[in-house]
């Protein structure tokens, strides 16, 4: 009989954290509590450089995952790359670590691709903590779209006809179903489809790679579906939400990136040009708030926030 050793697990599941030490034990206690046959699921978690005790936890509380220490802050999409480098599974799952695996999920994933083999990509429902379902399909955006979401305008017109078309608001969200892409916050990709159009683009720190990579899927004729039959808690943006003025540079900067690659340099420039306006309309609207007394403590957050944007004029990163 082959040793542990030679299975070629059916899954690997990639799990890139950063400072999120008590939603990391959740997640990976989620995943080993459900799946038991080790190792027909390989876990890997690449740490990109926390201070908090996310390196021990996990070598102490889970010595079957194999762990990937990162002296400094990868990024999404290179912690992602990084990880499945040293995946083996017949098929690799990309999973934030405020992600919980509600019962057998990841088998149903892995039995939908089995069953369909023109699909490249796959994932779960999302949901809140609270049971409520999280969007997360997607059709691909326009260039209306970069302007009315994620915006002052759809702060202004939260119900745009522009977001509720992105957000596949008129299709039903509860039978499986091909799909333009899917948040990447528990994404399973048949390896196949990885070798053939590539790992996630490095060139996006955090936010849009998995637009891209879907992106890319699809034209190179793979089919994208959202499998609500399978369930994932997600807590949304917990690292993230750390540093809240990276957090608004990396997802805007990644957009204008996005919008440059496939929209052109152009359009690209205008959408930047928008964006720095709609920030500079928000810094005076915080900095009349914090004049006339009201919660100034978080205006002096916001203003601070707004003002860093203004800064960095969404100019990329030189890493």
């Known amino acids: 009989m082959p040793s542990p050793v030679d299975i070629v697990p059916d899954l690997s599941v990639v799990i890139v954290s950063w400072n999120v030490c008590a939603l990391l034990r959740h997640c990976l206690r989620s995943i080993v509590l459900k799946t038991p046959h080790w190792p ?14 996310s390196v021990a936890m996990v070598r102490h509380e889970f010595p079957e995952v194999q762990l990937i220490v990162s002296p400094q802050n990868l990024g999404y999409a290179r912690g992602a790359n990084l990880g499945i480098a040293h995946a083996s599974g017949r098929y690799l799952m990309i999973m934030n670590p405020d992600t919980e695996v509600v019962g057998d999920a990841l088998a149903v994933l892995v039995d939908y691709l089995d069953v369909h083999p023109q699909v490249g990509a796959a994932g779960p429902q999302l949901r809140y903590a609270d049971g409520r379902a999280q969007p997360s399909r997607r059709r691909f955006p326009t260039l209306a779209t ?41 994404l399973i990709i048949r390896r196949a489809a990885w070798e053939a159009v590539g790992p996630l683009d490095e ?25 609500p039959q399978a369930v994932v808690i997600h807590h949304e943006a917990q690292s993230s939400s750390q540093v809240p003025v990276a957090r608004t540079l990396h997802f805007q900067r990644s957009k204008v990136r996005y919008f440059h690659k496939y929209h052109g340099a152009a359009w690209a420039n205008l959408i930047r040009f928008f964006l720095l306006c709609t920030f500079a309309i928000q810094l005076l609207e915080e900095a009349l708030k914090w004049l006339l007394g009201h919660k100034r403590p978080l205006r002096r957050e916001r203003i601070y926030a707004y003002w860093q944007v203004l800064r960095s004029r969404l100019l990329e990163d030189a890493r």
């Open 146 to 186: 970069a302007f009315w979401e994620s915006t002052i305008l759809q702060q202004w017109f939260p119900r745009n006809r522009f977001a509720r078309y992105y957000y596949m608001e008129d299709r039903a969200p509860d039978s499986a179903q091909p799909v333009d892409w899917l948040v990447g916050a528990a």
């Open 40 to 53: 027909m699921c390989q876990v890997i978690v690449v740490d990109c450089a926390s201070t908090d005790n």
């Open 203 to 227: 060139g996006y720190f955090m936010y849009f790679e998995e637009l891209d990579w879907c992106r890319r899927c699809r034209a190179a004729g793979w089919e994208v579906h959202y499998v």
